[in-house]
Nanobody, 130 residues
Framework: QVQLVESGGGLVATGDSLTLSCAAS????????TAWFRQAPGKEREFVGI????????FYAGSVKGRFTASRDNAKNSVYLRMNSLKPEDTATYYC???????????????????????WGQGTQVTVAS
């Protein structure tokens, strides 16, 4: 099992950048592929991006591709989400999620489905002011 704790959220202005962190404990983190999701009030949880256990492979939702970058430091048991050019529509609670298995599945649907992930953090709020 793995426990996840997000941090780094806050209130920023449109166009600003922010980096979220997800700290893991409890298991060998490199064995887990890790994703970021977000959920705005009244909306369904939305896939943001995923990174393989080694960090070599990533995949992003179209809405954030080119603006957000996932990375990881397995020596620190941490995954990061660098968010650039933030927009008001990026406002949400951001969650990291993990599942055992380092390699990204071939199916985009599997990568982006919240039910594919077994471990979740408590979330960190990101608010982008217009």
């Amino acid at each position: 099992q793995v426990q996840l704790v997000e941090s780094g959220g806050g209130l920023v202005a449109t166009g600003d950048s922010l980096t979220l962190s997800c700290a893991a404990s409890g298991s060998t983190f490199s064995n887990y592929r890790t994703a970021w999701f977000r959920q705005a009030p009244g909306k369904e949880r939305e896939f943001v991006g995923i990174i393989s256990g080694s960090g070599a492979a990533t995949f992003y939702a179209g809405s954030v591709k080119g603006r957000f970058t996932a990375s990881r430091d397995n020596a620190k048991n941490s995954v990061y989400l660098r968010m650039n050019s933030l927009k008001p529509e990026d406002t949400a609670t951001y969650y990291c999620a993990a599942v055992l298995g380092a390699v990204l599945p071939p199916s985009a649907r599997s990568r982006s489905n919240p039910t594919s992930y077994h471990y979740w953090g408590q979330g960190t709020q990101v608010t982008v002011a217009s």
